[in-house]
């Protein structure tokens, strides 16, 4: 979605038996066929998102790449069937699991055959994120982080842990877009470490050029997850890592500037500082 959002949101949400269903189903049958797979709008003052399903491009390829890299980063090999990106039935499935285990998430209000209509959930955390002076970023990067740590804690995992699939309401953070199956197809400290790299990975850009920064809250998320199981895979990955450090000195002054590397270059350096914090 690409429109700047309000950044009020409503103080409660529409009453269950109050839904305006038939304005619903009717929103998603005249959705025009547009590239665009994800829309907000507003029915009597309240906001709500719309989700159609999306044939998955090159989904088998994609599941195939994607376990090469769990096999070179955490040395486990998931089946690729099974790390195939789910569908919006999927994800609606995870977000009323997540919901009744008291999870913040979005609820979902239609489930058609090709459309999910859920609660509008505020602006994302990388939107915000932008709006803020350095001081109050790094606090909300530590909520993000504790917020990680608690999610993982209770035993969850998110598949798609980066900045843009957070969100603020009401003073809490949410979590969105759950069609990732990582959970699935791989054992769950390592879905989660998998979390911790797309989480950090995202904050890269937003820790205002002090990699130290990234490195404390790498090293708070450990101190309150407590889990040997993630700590251990995150060592997997700094191993990986590791070489992506050795091999800098001989990157190009070009290559090294550039902005994937970059930020590549960072993850590896925050989670070589953080595990050893
Ligand atoms: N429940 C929601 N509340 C607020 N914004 C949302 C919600 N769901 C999606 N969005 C917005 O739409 C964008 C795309 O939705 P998302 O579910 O992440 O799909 P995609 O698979 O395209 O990333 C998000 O980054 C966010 O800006
Ligand atoms: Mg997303």
Redesign the pocket.
């Known amino acids: ?1 690409s429109s700047l ?1 309000p950044l009020h949101s409503y103080d409660c949400e529409p009453p269950c038996e109050h839904l305006p269903l038939r304005t619903l189903r009717e929103r998603a049958e005249q959705w025009p066929s547009s590239r665009v ?4 709008f507003d029915v009597d003052g309240w ?1 709500y ?1 719309m ?1 159609r399903s999306r044939p998955p491009r090159w989904a088998g390829l994609r599941a195939w790449a994607g376990a090469l890299s769990c096999l070179a980063v955490f040395g486990v090999w998931p089946a690729p069937g099974r790390l195939r990106v789910g569908d919006i039935h999927h ?1 609606a499935a995870r977000l009323r699991a997540l919901r009744e285990q008291g999870q913040a ?2 609820r979902v209000y239609l489930e058609t055959g090709n459309h999910l209509v ?7 955390v ?2 915000i994120l932008e709006h803020m002076r350095p001081a109050a970023r790094l606090a909300l990067l530590s909520r993000v982080v504790d917020d990680l740590a608690d999610f993982h804690r209770a035993g969850h995992w998110h598949g ?1 842990a980066q900045l ?2 957070l ?1 603020m ?1 009401h003073g809490r953070i ?1 979590r ?4 990732e199956n990582v959970g699935a197809a791989l054992p769950l400290p390592i879905a989660q470490a998998y979390d911790v790299l797309l989480t950090f990975h995202s904050m890269v850009d937003h820790l205002g050029g002090d990699p130290a920064a990234g490195t404390r809250l790498l090293a708070r998320y450990l101190a309150r997850v407590q889990s040997p199981g993630v700590a251990g895979a995150l060592g997997a990955a700094d191993r990986w890592l590791g070489r992506l450090r050795r091999i800098e000195p001989w990157l190009g002054a070009r290559l090294r500037r550039g902005h994937d590397v970059r930020r590549a270059l960072a993850l590896a350096g925050i989670v070589h500082g953080g595990l050893a914090a």
């Open positions: 979605m959002y797979s994800v829309q907000a906001r998102v989700k994800e998430v979005p859920f609660e509008y959930c505020g602006l994302t990388e939107r798609g843009r699939n969100t309401m949410y969105i877009d759950f069609e």
